[in-house]
């Protein structure tokens, strides 16, 4: 089946500094979503793109559409201790299922 | 607005007790689906439903049932449990149809634990 190879598994980082993380595929998806999910909690959506190429922003966060619609990234700027979650990529074309990524854990050292 | 509801936030079975994990939305959705979360796993599909009386399998269906008879509800059950069926099961939902973008609101997610 298709699936989403995202990258890191984890991350540590250091208040302030910014964090990128992405998600492959070897499949053509024509939406790509990003979803924070805070612990104990479902996840939340953060950004969703449409168009191959589009860059996004929300407040902090920087998504992108890869050119091939094969990929996405997520850019998180000085980052602060409520970023601390897991992280998701989702993508799907038409209304297929949403297929996800295994997650990117953030842990933000204060 | 509720949003995606989900009862009960935690469950205890025991191997071979059915139960059904309760999911309901308030905001018309056509479109409703069950993930079971592990840990590494990331969330995996069980089943879902583009409307009511319409079901398909996801992912990972074996063990569990689905029906949609109304648009605000979407229960899961569980027949005969098994331990390797302990997880966290959301439940989402979104609209649905051509050229509609499948943006997924999560409900607050059951804990079940199969002893």
């Known amino acids: 089946g298709q699936q989403l190879n995202q990258s890191p598994q984890s991350m540590f980082i250091q208040e302030g500094e910014d964090v990128s993380m992405n998600c492959t595929s070897s499949s053509i998806f024509n939406t790509w979503l990003w979803y924070k999910q805070d612990p104990g909690e479902g996840p939340v959506l953060l950004i969703a793109l449409y168009k191959a190429g589009e860059l996004t922003s929300n407040g902090r966060l920087t998504a992108q559409f890869g050119i091939t619609r094969k990929d996405s990234f997520l850019n998180i700027s000085a980052s602060i201790p409520s970023d601390v979650g897991i992280y998701f990529c989702?993508?799907?074309?038409?209304?297929?299922?949403?297929?996800f990524g295994k997650g990117t854990r953030l842990s933000v050292i204060a | 607005n509720a949003g995606v509801t989900q009862t009960p936030k935690f469950q205890v079975l025991k191997t071979g007790q059915s139960m059904t994990l309760q999911c309901a939305q308030d905001?018309?959705?056509?479109?409703m689906s069950w993930y079971r979360q592990d840990p590494g796993m990331g969330l995996r599909l069980i089943h879902y439903s583009v409307g009511a009386g319409i079901t398909d399998q996801g992912e990972v269906p074996n063990g569990y049932n689905v029906s949609r008879s109304t648009t605000e509800d979407f229960p899961l059950r569980l027949l005969s449990a098994a331990p390797s069926q302990t997880s966290v099961y959301f439940c989402a939902s979104s609209r649905s149809g051509p050229g509609v973008v499948n943006e997924q609101f999560f409900g607050p997610g059951t804990r079940l634990t199969v002893l």
């Open positions: 989702a993508a799907n074309s038409g209304n297929t299922p949403l297929v």
């Open positions: 905001m018309n959705h056509e479109y």
